[in-house]
RNA sequence: GCGAUCGUCGUCCAGUCUGGUCUAGGACACCAGCCUUCCAAGCUGGUAACCCGGGUUCAAAUCCCGGCGAUCGCACCA
């Protein structure tokens, strides 16, 4: 079955849980809320917490990969170096008529002008202005160009023109530190490090609760592998698991039915170009699945070539149904090539390579050039210091090098010819590789992940709401109730509730009202099991055990419940 | 950011057009007590709101202006 539709009275009625009983809601309500900042509460959190260690346990733990923390704010010269700045921030054409804006380059790409990244906004005004492009709204054409910028920028220190950045990804952490990164992991190639943090992005007009927010949490994880030998020995873990994949051609035609493909039928199938971008995105679907979402729900959507974020290469969108926001994406794979690590090896001008040592030394000949120190006395003369200080500056197989080509030297005017050097073959072996290492970067939004979960775990029956949110991420998975709030059952529920307090188990004691509310309370909020102490419990230590979504009990000892 | 629509207890809704009767009402939820031997039962009581600021007026939830926020559309979303 495939669906494209979801009831899209399940986002408002999950929004409306949400706040009601402590997921998340609008952060500053009592100054009336500002727009794309949310707040978790006490279920929320739990639930992050648990999403959060369902990714490390899928992501990291079976290939130990690592995972660091670093700082949120930056130094400018990191995102320069990484293109945030030149790609984050758009030069917004206003039209002086309605106000309306846009941007600057597509307006004049439209009219067939070329500009760069790098034109300034002088001359952007100028263009717009002199080629009358006309508003698309309203006709006018007196524009003003302006810059906005969509990091979160901020002084480090007391000076001004020290100007820093609240990183709009956590991926460049991990780039900047990758050289002592790949020196603690002792050198071994491929690699992945994680970090899960916060990420800020300055949105124009953040909507959709909390689909777009300006403060946001992420998981990332950057893979560095060899793009000579980019393998992935897992492929064969993940071919039971078969993805929905709107590859680029799909897309570029609108076609919305996506093929069904496991990871390595992706690769071969050319949907996917790199065998980690499509491990990654098998592990992905495995981890939406862990987290009570059918894969029927989900898609990996291509981005085009101009859709694309500027480092990567290919980029597949991991997507999930829901009610009103429809498609949204939780998760972006991509293949970010060097480029992150080539930028900062040049602004830094620290080398990002990595050192591979070849099983098979490569024999490699080689030409050296010697002076013949007799011939040039004999020759010059005087000016034979000269030529000596010049030419031991240089490396044998440079002198060699420059000989082959030029077939002279030439040191402050004096010309020296082939002839007073000899030349010497010499076989050198090679046993190392240097390359800087390409990169697959799943990156996931937690707050869009806490969503689409309580979408997908929304259930009604009879009247009642129902949270089916799987046992390893429900805030809570045990509650335990007294049957009654007397003889002596709520001390017994309330020894039995520390119990498993003490083991380390997340549960909830409540004794208020009737047991059937106290059910309904629980299931709203997702608990697996409530545990009833009944007059029973008393005499033969036995108590039932509800389950939440069957609502089928079970009477069992109380020594079994651990 | 622009345009349209909108903003009342935690939630949903009444009241706004036609200013006074609103000390802002109801339902559900919540809290306290009573009751209660398995699925939101019942009884009693309680907490709780006119988005913010300014203006008009004898009088503003109600009319006007500005701000903030929300929804939708446009634009943006690396």
Known sequence: MWRDKLDTSVTEKVISLAKKRGFYWQAYEIYGGVGGFYTLGPLGTRLKDNIIRVWRKIFLEPYEFIEIESPTIAPYIVFEASGHVGSFKDAMAECLKCGNKYRADHLLEEKGVKVSEATSLEILEKLLNEKNVSCPDCGSVSWKV??????????????????GFLRPETAQGMFVEFKQLYEINRARMPFGVAQIGKAYRNEISPRQGLIRLREFSQMELELFFDPLNDKCPYLDDVKDIRMNILDEEKVRNGDTLPHNVN?????????????????????????????????????????????????????????????????????????????????????SRSSMEVVEELAQPIKVKKKLAYVDPSKVKRDFGDKSSEIFKLISSMKPFELAELLEKDGTIIANDIVIGKEYFIFKEVEETISTRKYIPHVIEPSFGIERIIHAVLEHSYNEKEDRVILSLKEEIAPY???????????????????????????????????????????????????????????????????????????????IAINTLL
């Open 477 to 555: 998975r045990y509650a335990v109730f007294p049957l009654v709030k007397r003889d002596g059952l709520d001390a017994k529920a309330k020894e039995i509730y520390l119990m498993l307090k003490i083991r380390g188990l997340s549960v909830i004691y409540d004794d208020d009202g009737s047991i059937g509310r106290r059910y309904a309370r629980a299931d709203e909020i997702g608990v697996c099991k409530a545990i009833t102490v009944d007059y029973q419990t008393l005499e033969d230590n036995t108590v039932t055990v509800r389950d939440r979504d069957s609502w089928q009990q079970k009477r």
């Open 146 to 163: 302006s810059s906005f910028l969509t990091m979160f920028q901020t002084n480090i220190g007391p000076y001004k023109e020290n100007v």
């Open 263 to 347: 990871a390595k039928e992706a690769v071969e199938r050319g949907f996917v170009r790199e065998e980690w971008l499509a491990f990654m995105m098998a592990l992905s679907q495995k981890f939406l699945c862990t987290l009570g979402i059918r894969p029927e729900f989900q898609r990996f959507k291509a981005k085009l070539e101009g859709e694309r974020a500027h480092y990567s290469a290919q980029t597949f969108d991991h997507e999930v149904l829901t009610g009103k926001f429809g498609w949204i994406e939780v998760a972006g794979h991509a293949y970010r090539q060097d480029y992150d690590l080539k930028s900062h090896s040049i602004k």
